[in-house]
């Protein structure tokens, strides 16, 4: 199985961070690659897949970027409402896997 | 808008069946473009993904439930349904049903809330 390293598993930041997470792909896993965001309670929420598309609706202060078996996703603007546990998942083979989530807090 | 909304027993006795049905509301079912996929997180733990299953009904899992799981769908219902075997407290996670595209890559685009299912006497 494909192990996806997520990093930090949490974090602080202020209103108005640039927020970075990465993930590294135990093998390479072309641009398969896609990042969400899951609030306590509620439903997760596709941000990027294909490790830089922007899914529809989502705004344009999130972004990804990578190949391989290197990813990043970025915040470019903390907002309050951006405080949820992020995740990266990989489908480039299956099983399906994912990252072990990041934590984001404001500081 | 698309819904997904997971319902079953929240408590399951170890060696019994556990049994989930995700209702689909909002769009077709059938659709040739999608897998309809079961995800589970123990608390504290990473996701897992239990399998999927396409509108044609053939199935996926993840070999690590050993054999344990069946995906199946009924669409005059918009349901798709996971039954797991032989149960323990491992399984004991919140299970989510969530829709994968199957193009251009299996991102999930549409997820439930997530169902708590505790294994215990």
């Known amino acids: 199985d494909i192990q996806m390293t997520q990093s930090p598993s949490s974090l602080s930041a202020s209103v108005g961070d640039r927020v970075t997470i990465t993930c590294q792909a135990s093998q390479d896993i072309r641009f398969r690659a896609h990042w969400y965001q899951h609030k306590p309670g509620k439903a997760p929420k596709l941000l990027i897949y294909d490790a830089s598309a922007l899914e529809s609706g989502v705004p344009s202060r999130f972004s990804g970027s990578g190949s391989g078996t290197d990813f990043t996703f970025t915040i470019s603007s903390l907002r309050p409402d951006d405080i949820a546990t992020y995740f990266c998942?990989?489908?480039?083979?299956?099983?399906?896997?994912f990252g072990g989530g990041t934590k984001v807090e404001i500081k | 808008q698309l819904q997904l909304q997971e319902s079953g027993p929240g408590l399951v006795k170890p060696s019994q069946v556990l049994s989930l049905t995700c209702t689909v509301s909002g769009a077709p079912i059938n659709s040739g473009s999608f897998y309809w996929t079961w995800i589970r997180q123990p608390v504290g733990k990473e996701l897992e993904w239990i399998g999927r299953i396409f509108s044609s009904g053939s199935t996926m899992y993840n070999a690590s439930l050993k054999n344990r799981a069946t995906i199946s769908l009924d669409t005059s219902r918009h349901q798709f349904s996971l039954t797991l075997n032989s149960v323990t407290a491992a399984d004991t996670a919140v299970y989510f049903c969530?829709?994968?595209?199957?193009?251009?890559?299996?991102?999930?685009?549409?997820w439930g809330q997530g169902s708590l299912v505790i294994v215990s006497s």
């Open positions: 969530a829709r994968e595209r199957a193009v251009p890559s299996a991102s999930f685009d549409y």
């Open positions: 998942q990989q489908s480039d083979s299956l099983p399906l896997t």
